[in-house]
């Protein structure tokens, strides 16, 4: 690997390409028409909730499971009818499975001696992968011996040791506390970008695949919604269900028109919002408008008049301190708006039943389908 294993010759710029895949268990649909290629030497992230198809199309690279059509190929060679086994893939599961009665050395190089490697070829890539994971040092060790994020290394090492052309990696932080969390998954993006190994992992958390992944499929009920970079999603989402998954967003029902060669968004609460006329392509009809919280201005006496910026006058039904931040909840017509305020020493809250007037950057509204 590129610079890191690069003395023991593996290609791991390999591209991994599905097209049209459809997988049923039974009378259940669960994978619908799935198109994606996923660049060499990428960082990609299945994202999406519980029972979305994510994991299943994870386990079908791995050739742990069947499509009725469609095909998988990996670094230009079609494996949708090869066992996994040689399909020259690595797979970290959620639960690591290490075996408890074995060292962690004997653990990582357990897969290198089932293909009978010649001993001291284990003992080297042992090391290598050990060292990798900065767990050489407790290489006698056995798993009830290691903290959570020290087995999951362990679990990543015997993963890498066997030199997969593609690291797999369901859900592999899930098992952690939230603080490890965020640790393990930098070790991990270190790691991948000292591999330059094609990386493929599922996640449900959001922030999980916005910090890590060079794009993302978010997924819902078998089909692809969207697939981009993490800013283009959040940026601009394809549908509400992209908006709503990717962080906290504010919604407006409603109908879009054209008045005198204007955009204009009659919301169903009575609100008329104009829309600026980007070069996207719009179209008459029932859809809605989206913002995010932090792009909400709050001012309790003076409104804002800056350029390009909508009013609205609501009323303060709730707040909560997040730290960094205050997130308001504010009553405009009957429909709720989130706007957080950032935090600043010695601020006090607003209270609730206070009138508000809001201020939204033009520029910051987002206009999606259902």
């Known amino acids: 690997m590129n610079n890191t294993l690069h003395e023991s010759g593996i290609d791991s710029t390999v591209s991994v390409k599905l097209e049209d895949i459809n997988l049923s268990f039974g009378k259940t649909h669960v994978l619908k028409g799935i198109d994606l290629q996923i660049e060499p030497g990428e960082f990609f992230a299945f994202l999406g909730p519980s029972g979305c198809g994510k994991t299943t199309l994870l386990r079908l690279i791995a050739g742990f499971e069947s499509a009725q059509t469609g095909q998988v190929t990996i670094g230009g060679k079609e494996v949708s009818y090869l066992p996994p086994w040689q399909r020259n893939l690595g797979m970290v599961f959620q639960s690591y499975a290490l075996w408890p009665h074995m060292t962690i050395r004997k653990n990582v190089a357990f897969g290198l001696e089932e293909r009978h490697i010649p001993r001291n070829e284990i003992n080297r890539r ?3 992968a050990l060292e990798l994971v900065g767990l050489l040092e407790l290489a006698d060790r056995r798993p009830s011996q290691l903290s959570g994020g020290q087995q999951q290394r362990v679990a990543l090492a015997r993963t890498i040791v066997i030199e997969p052309q593609v690291l797999l990696l369901d859900e592999p932080l ?16 270190n790691l991948q970008r000292k591999l330059s190994i094609t990386t493929i992992f599922v996640t449900h958390d959001q922030e999980e695949a916005n910090t890590i992944a060079d794009r993302i499929a978010l ?3 078998g089909v692809i919604q969207q697939k981009g ?3 283009e999603l959040y940026d601009k989402p394809a549908n509400r269900f992209v908006a709503d998954f990717l962080g906290t967003a504010n919604f407006f029902e409603g109908k879009l028109k054209k008045l005198e060669n204007r955009w204009m968004f009659q919301a169903d609460n009575g609100l008329v919002i104009p829309v600026n006329d980007n070069g996207d392509k719009k179209n008459s009809g029932n859809c809605c408008v ?3 919280p932090q792009n909400v201005n709050v001012t309790v006496d003076d409104r804002n008049n800056a350029n390009n910026t909508i009013q609205f006058r609501g009323t303060v039904s709730s707040n909560e301190f997040l730290g ?18 950032s935090h600043q020493q010695g601020q006090r809250l607003i209270e609730n039943g206070t009138s508000v007037n809001l201020g939204i950057d033009q520029n910051q509204i987002m206009v999606v389908n259902d």
């Open 324 to 341: 960094s931040t205050i997130r308001y909840r504010v009553t405009v017509r009957g429909d709720d708006i989130f706007a957080d305020v």
């Open 290 to 292: 989206v913002f995010r």
């Open 174 to 189: 899930s098992n952690l506390d939230a603080k490890l969390r965020i640790q393990m998954r930098h070790e991990l993006l």
């Open 219 to 221: 997924m819902k009920d």
């Open 126 to 128: 042992t090391d290598r």
């Open 229 to 231: 970079t993490p800013v």
